[in-house]
């Protein structure tokens, strides 16, 4: 048994396998260690093998007494199930195991999210997401709530209210009070996205599996611009809050690099629907970077999960580029792959996935070499300070010079084309 060297709450998985799946032993893995991430010490874990979970109790009334016996015996202090519970389930579980806290795997994620929530947008999603998690697991039946006197300032109909009705009521106020305050900070998102449309500002969204890489590899892309860099821990859900930050990919070519919240298996729908504002970034970037653990058994997983949880938040036709990361300490040889193969960690691929990203995000760029008369001087400056440009020669009849320049800016100044390179 693994020695616990802190104070730490103890904790007992459980899980059903279905005879319908085979990925059992990883998802009781990543439960693991979604508790350790949330300071818990994983005492040890109890399967019960069965078609389905039951309906009751979740392992059987059997499975539970074990269970009950069990934490007896250990101390615990938790018991954390491997799948969302219903509210029936979570209260038959506690009438027969008592004094050990019950907590399902949407309110360990939960907890999680709201350990690192830092700013004041993901304190608000993540209350919201942990409230409507709550309200259908209000107390218990209407008849065994005691009555509460019926004053005007609850309801202003006689006859009183349940205990069950006024806590739901509460709960579903302070529900309406956040999602204004953040309706508040959406809009100004919302605003700063369009400033960025209106200057044709390219975005990139980095976007994958929790702890593949993400933030490390946006310092990666930011180099030896240290104010810039982000918050990096080897830890699932380090990074809640969206980042952006503005890198050179290359010469005079720049775009929006955007670090968002990693994604796992079973992802709470609650939260998803209260971090859609967040993710608005992904669907509205140009290209999204599929950051992979290359050195994950699982990688195909990660890969589904990812899509899926895309695919739920509405991103329909952005171009997704895959990134392999972690290669130096992958087996797979990727020197000959086509693959995008990069570590974040030692800067390996990082050229070559500029490039790319070049290519992606300013496809619609070309080469021209025009000819600017000297009192348009402004041009040559413009052109200067924005794009790629190189000055040929000082002409007679003005100023020859070579751009890259995207097809709009190419029309506007089409007079001026003597080649298009």
Same mark, same amino acid.
Request: charged share 30%; with cysteine; aromatic share 6%.
């Given at each position: 048994?693994?020695?616990?060297?802190?104070?730490?709450?103890?904790?007992?998985?459980?899980?059903?396998?279905?005879?319908? &799946?085979?990925?059992?032993?990883?998802?009781?893995?990543? *439960?693991?260690?979604?508790?350790?991430?949330?300071? /818990?010490?994983?005492?040890?874990?109890?399967?019960?093998?069965?078609?389905?979970?039951?309906?009751?109790?979740?392992?059987?009334?059997?499975?539970?007494?074990?269970?009950?016996? /069990?934490?007896?015996?250990?101390?615990?202090?938790?018991?954390?199930?491997?799948?969302?519970?219903?509210?029936?389930?979570?209260?038959?579980?506690?009438?027969?195991?008592?004094?050990?806290?019950?907590?399902? +795997?949407?309110?360990?994620?939960?907890?999680? /999210?709201?350990?690192?929530?830092? =700013?004041?947008?993901?304190?608000?999603?993540?209350?919201?997401?942990?409230?409507?998690?709550?309200?259908?697991?209000?107390?218990?039946?209407?008849?065994?709530?005691?009555?509460?006197?019926?004053?005007?300032?609850?309801?202003?109909?006689?006859?009183?209210?349940?205990? *069950?009705?006024?806590?739901?009521?509460?709960?579903?106020?302070?529900?309406?009070?956040?999602?204004?305050?953040?309706?508040?900070? %959406?809009?100004?998102?919302? &605003? @700063?996205?369009?400033?960025?449309?209106?200057?044709? =500002?390219?975005?990139?969204?980095? %976007?994958? #599996?929790?702890?593949?890489?993400?933030?490390?590899?946006?310092?990666?892309?930011?180099?030896?611009?240290?104010?810039?860099?982000?918050?990096?821990?080897?830890?699932?859900?380090?990074?809640?809050?969206?980042?952006?930050?503005?890198?050179?990919?290359?010469?005079?070519?720049?775009?929006?690099? =955007?670090?968002? %919240?990693?994604?796992?298996?079973?992802?709470?729908?609650?939260?998803?629907?209260? /971090?859609?504002?967040?993710?608005?970034?992904?669907?509205?970037?140009?290209?999204?970077?599929?950051?992979?653990?290359?050195?994950?058994?699982?990688?195909?997983?990660?890969?589904?999960?990812?899509?899926?949880?895309?695919?739920?938040?509405?991103?329909?036709?952005?171009? !997704?580029?895959?990134? #392999?990361?972690?290669?130096?300490?992958?087996?797979?040889?990727?020197?000959?792959?086509?693959?995008?193969?990069?570590?974040?960690?030692?800067?390996?691929?990082?050229? +070559?996935?500029?490039?790319?990203?070049?290519?992606?995000?300013?496809?619609?760029?070309?080469?021209? @070499?025009?000819?600017?008369?000297?009192?348009?001087?402004?041009?040559?400056?413009?052109?200067?300070?924005?794009?790629?440009?190189?000055?040929?020669?000082?002409?007679?009849?003005?100023? *020859? *010079?070579?751009?890259? !320049?995207?097809?709009? %800016?190419?029309?506007?100044?089409?007079?001026? !084309?003597?080649?298009?390179?």
């Amino acid at each position: 048994m693994i020695e616990q060297t802190t104070v730490q709450p103890k904790v007992l998985l459980v899980g059903v396998s279905e005879k319908k &799946t085979n990925d059992f032993e990883y998802a009781m893995d990543e *439960l693991k260690s979604l508790a350790e991430a949330n300071m /818990f010490f994983v005492v040890d874990s109890i399967q019960q093998n069965s078609e389905s979970a039951d309906r009751k109790t979740y392992v059987g009334k059997g499975k539970l007494i074990e269970i009950k016996e /069990f934490c007896e015996y250990n101390e615990i202090d938790s018991i954390i199930f491997n799948d969302e519970l219903t509210p029936s389930q979570t209260r038959n579980i506690e009438e027969v195991v008592n004094d050990v806290e019950i907590m399902d +795997r949407t309110r360990l994620i939960l907890d999680i /999210f709201a350990r690192r929530a830092q =700013t004041k947008e993901a304190k608000l999603q993540v209350m919201i997401s942990s409230l409507e998690y709550e309200l259908p697991r209000l107390g218990g039946s209407y008849e065994a709530l005691s009555r509460q006197g019926g004053s005007s300032t609850l309801r202003s109909r006689g006859g009183g209210e349940t205990k *069950l009705e006024s806590d739901r009521r509460v709960i579903e106020a302070q529900i309406a009070k956040y999602r204004r305050e953040l309706k508040k900070l %959406v809009q100004e998102r919302q &605003t @700063q996205r369009s400033k960025r449309k209106k200057s044709n =500002t390219k975005t990139v969204a980095l %976007v994958g #599996y929790t702890n593949v890489g993400k933030s490390t590899l946006m310092n990666a892309l930011l180099e030896e611009d240290s104010d810039k860099k982000v918050y990096v821990e080897d830890m699932l859900f380090a990074t809640l809050q969206t980042r952006v930050r503005r890198i050179e990919i290359a010469d005079k070519k720049w775009c929006l690099l =955007t670090d968002t %919240v990693g994604f796992v298996d079973n992802l709470p729908h609650h939260l998803i629907k209260a /971090f859609r504002s967040t993710l608005e970034e992904v669907k509205e970037a140009d290209l999204l970077l599929h950051v992979i653990d290359s050195t994950s058994p699982h990688i195909n997983h990660h890969k589904r999960v990812t899509l899926q949880t895309l695919q739920a938040i509405g991103v329909e036709d952005t171009p !997704i580029l895959e990134v #392999y990361n972690k290669v130096d300490e992958s087996n797979e040889n990727y020197d000959e792959s086509m693959k995008i193969a990069i570590s974040a960690k030692t800067g390996y691929g990082i050229e +070559r996935l500029k490039k790319e990203i070049t290519k992606l995000l300013y496809k619609d760029y070309n080469d021209y @070499q025009l000819l600017i008369p000297y009192e348009m001087g402004n041009i040559v400056h413009m052109l200067s300070e924005q794009y790629e440009t190189k000055i040929l020669e000082n002409r007679e009849d003005g100023i *020859l *010079l070579e751009t890259s !320049i995207p097809s709009t %800016v190419a029309n506007k100044y089409k007079i001026y !084309i003597t080649k298009t390179i």
